[in-house]
């Protein structure tokens, strides 16, 4: 018997435990951090962030940390972020946060469906056919990694090929860091119109704060939402590609129950799981502070630390990467990711003049 797979929001127990085995890792995250936050204050225009995920490269590429630190790195590439996140709302209140979702919903819904269809033709184009291409479309128009996590079971997706989108995604995300604020000055773009520009055409949590962090403190409040919006469009596709994948495996093995098609079988898709507990956590303290119970003074505290929480995360993903990975994957992986990247960029900017947006 199968034991259940337990719900997100419990997740963290697990990363939180063993604590002592997580120390070296966490304290070469925090140390990268540090040195970032004080290189940001001599470029700012590069920032803590993206500082954070340069060293953490250049480290990683002189000299790889052994397994002892890799427990740490992921620890705070995943929850710490994750924790970013949730601190990032007590700068926000339920009313920002439904007035901003309502009005980007133009703009997120117009990139994720030109992504997707972009997504189909261009990779048949290059020839990259089945879950390969899928997993790089969803990764690409929803969240990156997280939407091929949870599109990856319900597909059944081998790992070749989620290794492949992950390597894809990420090599975008660390492009979107460095360009996107740049471009976003380049063409004027307020705070306002970054934000929206960062929480739709960035698809990974951690490479959309980083950008935005880089911006400014509104563009991220905005982006964040944005992001944490578009997020749960997890469900409706996730939903959809079940159906697809059911009716695949009937087609693939006729006369057999759907139970009994080797991998290819429709999972059943938990919505509850879909839904990642930082947005959740989120949401409870944007409504803790729409009610006044977080003290307007300890507002500018408490997006410091958000912003040094953001700066470990990526300090962390700096370490994690994986530079042969991206040799193994070939061209064609990458020219669909870029090819996306680069129309999603622009629907976004276009989405966001077409609708007087910006």
């Known amino acids: 018997m199968t034991s259940p797979t337990p719900h997100p929001s419990a997740s963290w127990l697990a990363t939180t435990g063993g604590l002592r085995e997580k120390l070296p890792g966490l304290g070469l995250s925090v140390g990268i951090a540090v040195i ?16 954070a995920i340069i060293i953490g490269v250049v480290v990683t590429t002189l000299r790889r940390p052994g397994a002892r630190f890799a427990p740490g790195i992921k620890t705070a590439s995943k929850f710490v972020l994750q924790l970013s996140v949730v601190v990032l ?27 997707l269809m972009a997504a189909f033709f261009v990779g048949r184009a290059l020839g990259i056919v089945g879950d390969l291409r899928t997993l790089i479309g969803v990764g690409t128009g929803i969240c990156g990694a997280s939407a091929i996590a949870a599109v990856t079971p319900v597909i ?49 949590m951690s490479s959309v704060v980083a950008t935005a962090t880089t911006y400014g403190p509104a563009a991220t409040q905005f982006a964040v939402v944005v992001k944490l919006v578009r ?26 129950s ?42 500018p505290a408490l ?10 995360a990526l300090a962390a993903i700096g370490l994690s990467t994986d530079l042969p990975g991206f ?32």
Not at 303 to 312: A, E, G, Q
């Open 156 to 204: 059944g997706a081998v790992s070749i090929d989620v290794a492949y989108a992950i390597s894809t995604i990420f090599l975008f995300n660390v492009a979107a860091v460095l360009v996107f604020p740049v471009l976003g000055h380049a063409l004027g773009l307020s705070q306002h119109a970054f934000g929206l520009f960062a929480g739709t055409a960035v698809n990974d």
């Open 303 to 312: 997006s410091t630390l958000s912003v040094f929480l953001i700066t470990i």
């Open 89 to 115: 709302g007590s700068q926000l209140s339920l009313t920002q946060i439904a007035r901003v979702g309502l009005e980007s919903l133009p703009v997120m819904v117009g990139t994720l469906v030109v992504c």
């Open 327 to 358: 040799k193994k994957a070939g061209p064609k992986p990458f020219l669909l990711g870029g090819a996306l990247w680069v129309i999603v960029t622009l629907t976004s900017l276009g989405l966001q003049v077409g609708f007087h947006l910006n």
């Open 258 to 299: 759907q139970a009994a098609a080797p991998g290819r079988a429709r999972r059943r898709v938990n919505v509850f799981r879909l839904v990642p507990w930082f947005l959740i956590g989120f949401v409870v303290v944007a409504a803790a502070n729409s009610v006044g119970a977080i003290p307007e003074m300890t507002h």
């Open 231 to 256: 997020t749960l469009m997890i469900i409706p596709i996730a939903l959809v590609l079940s159906a697809w994948a059911g009716r695949r495996a009937a087609r693939v093995a006729p006369g057999v």
């Open 36 to 51: 970032a936050t004080i290189a940001g204050r001599f470029i700012p225009l590069i920032g803590a962030p993206v500082s």
